[in-house]
């Protein structure tokens, strides 16, 4: 895969390609993460798919799943623990 940068010149990045049993059939997909020494060459992984279209696919790795998922996550914890303030240290009102 070439990527053009906005200096103008193509750089080369090396994606996974991944093939796995689905429904009884061969399902094959271009990961879209990699490092240079990707520990996943030529290994077994676990795949996370959409049985409606095997296609969708990609390789499970716990920690990227949940990076997504990270910033509403601290946002709902903050709204949380804002919420148990309010109830636990009620505001007073001046006299």
């Known amino acids: 895969m070439s990527i053009r940068r906005s200096t103008g010149y193509y750089d080369t ?8 049993q689905a ?15 990707d520990p996943y060459l030529r290994a077994n992984v676990m795949v996370l798919y959409d049985p409606a279209n095997p296609a969708v696919a990609m390789i499970d790795r716990p920690t990227w799943n949940w990076i997504p998922w ?6 709902g914890l903050l709204l949380v623990l804002s919420g148990a303030k309010g109830l636990l240290f009620p505001a007073r009102t001046a006299t």
């Open 70 to 75: 990270g910033p509403a996550i601290a946002v």
């Open 23 to 37: 429904g009884g059939r061969a399902v094959q997909f271009q990961d879209w993460l990699s490092r240079p020494s």
């Open 13 to 20: 990045a090396e994606m996974p390609v991944v093939e796995y």
